[in-house]
């Protein structure tokens, strides 16, 4: 159990998978928020059961469940958390034990360090199009803002409560992993990024669809002039 963490899962429709990793994240830190998008299938009561918070986000999307999430968060210190099951809860610890460490305001996790199942282990076209993608977005982040990240596009990481709220996201879908990156390295905020397994979705399919990347090229170049 560490101290003076708080983890916020962002979900929609998860509730079989929630009833797995809700338990885990229990022996992790005693402020477990799950932030739903006003899903039917239980999720309400699921974290009932496992005696976590349960709030509503805005209905905008993952970014706004996030920072959603942070307002009500009890502890100086946050990791974002999927609920797909595919995060390794084991980072847990490390991205922690980073954070508190007070040398950087960013842990970032890498799927390119550390293996995943739908990006270095998917060996169908769909894998091959997706890894290929989340290479050519690095490339370019790391172009333009003279970086040398191997993934950017990776949700599972930790920053302090204040930091996040400085950085002023606006994203409300899944382009919140860049607009967290990219405003902490206009920040100057130091980042560190560690390697992280991800494991297959253990229920329910994938909300992130491909046509996301084009959109995602926008945001790059749109906070790199901006």
């Known amino acids: 159990m560490h101290e003076n963490l708080t983890i916020i899962v962002s979900s929609k429709k998860e509730c079989e998978n929630l009833k797995t990793i809700l338990p885990i994240l229990k022996q992790k830190s005693d402020d477990v ?12 009561d699921v974290c009932l059961l496992n005696n976590v918070k349960y709030i509503l986000d805005n209905g905008l ?39 508190t460490s007070e040398k950087y305001e960013l842990i970032i996790c ?8 739908d990006l270095t282990a998917n060996l169908t076209i769909m894998g091959f199009i997706r890894s290929t993608g989340c290479d050519f ?14 993934d950017i596009l990776y949700s599972l990481k930790s920053i302090k409560k204040k930091n996040f709220i400085d950085l ?16 902490s390295i206009k920040k100057k905020y130091r980042v ?9 979705r253990v229920h329910g399919e994938s909300k992130l669809s491909t046509p996301f990347g084009v959109y995602f090229i926008y945001q790059i170049l749109r906070e790199w002039f901006f």
């Open 110 to 117: 890498s799927r390119k360090k550390g293996g995943s199942f």
């Open 192 to 200: 560190k990024e560690i390697p992280s397994r991800e494991n297959a």
């Open 61 to 99: 999307g993952k970014g706004d469940a996030q920072r959603v999430g942070t307002s009500v968060a009890k502890y100086d210190y946050i990791v974002f958390y999927d609920a797909d099951g595919s995060h390794d809860p084991n980072d847990i610890d490390k991205l922690y034990n980073d954070i």
């Open 168 to 183: 002023k996201t606006t994203e409300n879908g899944f382009g919140i992993e860049i607009d967290i990156l990219a405003k």
């Open 137 to 150: 977005l690095t490339l370019l982040f790391n172009k333009l803002f003279k970086t040398e990240f191997s």
């Open 33 to 44: 928020i799950v932030v739903d998008g006003h899903s039917k299938d239980g999720t309400d």
